[in-house]
């Protein structure tokens, strides 16, 4: 069999794969479900965030506090962030998940706040940055730069990652894959216009890194960025226009088919 073979047999399994896994069944049992709950851009935009944010460990407890972030700000983020009295605050007292506490909450409202007032909001800030530079990596950086420019606990930096530091990002770069992909299936939203789902990188998580190793793509053995940039080009080269499909694909086949 020839390499060409083994190329196209490896697509036509994982575009079955993405296929298989890229379905409205999906969403329920997924942190993406939280923001699903919302239909103004903004709500779905920070809902996203936030429980992309926390979205590491058992994805039931995920959803539990995700679930419970939304109702500290009456189930309604948008609002809740712009118009946030000091007293009201105080409601998030006491939110812990994993490493994610009341303090790192509270600095995400009003960090989400200056976001909004002086830059723009959150797809500005990224679709600048990705449009420019071709990639996610550059973006990412300036967001979490953006994002530390007010008053902030030091604690919290650790909760955005910086690519240029190493760092695989799959927290954000899947909050990124649910804002602008957007096809029939009906999972990704695509509401952010500007940038290009060709532009995205792969979620790499220890679920994809796993397959991806198991299927012979990603040689890295780290998953940080330099694993992300192996894993793009592969992915790139089965479909340049749609690269991040293939998160469905890998995720699946690890977390659910247990691959």
């Known amino acids: 069999m020839s390499k060409t073979t083994d190329i196209n047999s490896m697509k036509e399994f ?34 996203g ?13 995920i959803l539990t506090s995700a679930n419970r972030m939304m109702m500290m700000m009456d189930e309604s983020p948008f609002d809740f962030v712009m118009n946030h009295s000091a007293k009201e605050l105080l409601r998030l007292n006491k939110f812990a998940h994993r490493t994610f506490n009341d303090q790192d909450f509270k600095h995400f409202v009003k960090a989400l706040k200056f976001i909004y007032l002086k830059k723009g909001g959150m797809e500005k800030v990224f679709s600048d940055e990705m449009i420019g530079y071709r990639n996610p990596q550059h973006a990412i950086a300036a967001f979490k730069r953006l994002f530390f ?11 955005i ?22 096809d029939k299936h009906g999972v990704d939203f695509g509401i952010w216009k500007k940038p290009s789902p060709s532009l995205l990188s792969i979620p790499l998580d220890v679920h994809t890194g796993n397959v991806s190793r198991k299927l012979g793509l990603l040689t890295r053995k780290q998953n940080d960025w330099k ?26 086949l690890g977390a659910i088919e247990k691959f």
Not at 14 to 25: G, I, R, V, W
Not at 49 to 60: D, P, Q, V
Not at 149 to 159: D, V, Y
Not at 233 to 251: E, G, I, T
């Open 227 to 252: 694993a992300v940039e192996e894993l793009d080009a592969v992915l790139r080269s089965f479909d340049a226009s749609d690269p991040v499909k293939y998160d469905f694909a890998l995720f699946g």
């Open 161 to 182: 990652s910086n690519p240029m530091e190493g760092s695989s990002a799959k927290r954000i770069n899947m909050y990124l894959r649910w804002m602008v992909r957007k």
């Open 49 to 61: 965030f936030l429980s992309a944010t926390i979205a590491w460990g058992n994805r039931k407890s």
């Open 14 to 47: 994982l575009d079955e794969k993405s296929a298989k896994h890229n379905s409205l069944t999906f969403i329920e049992f997924d942190p993406i479900s939280i923001p699903h709950r919302f239909s103004k851009k903004e709500d779905i935009e920070i809902a």
């Open 149 to 159: 420019e007010i008053s902030h606990p030091a604690r919290t930096r650790k909760h």
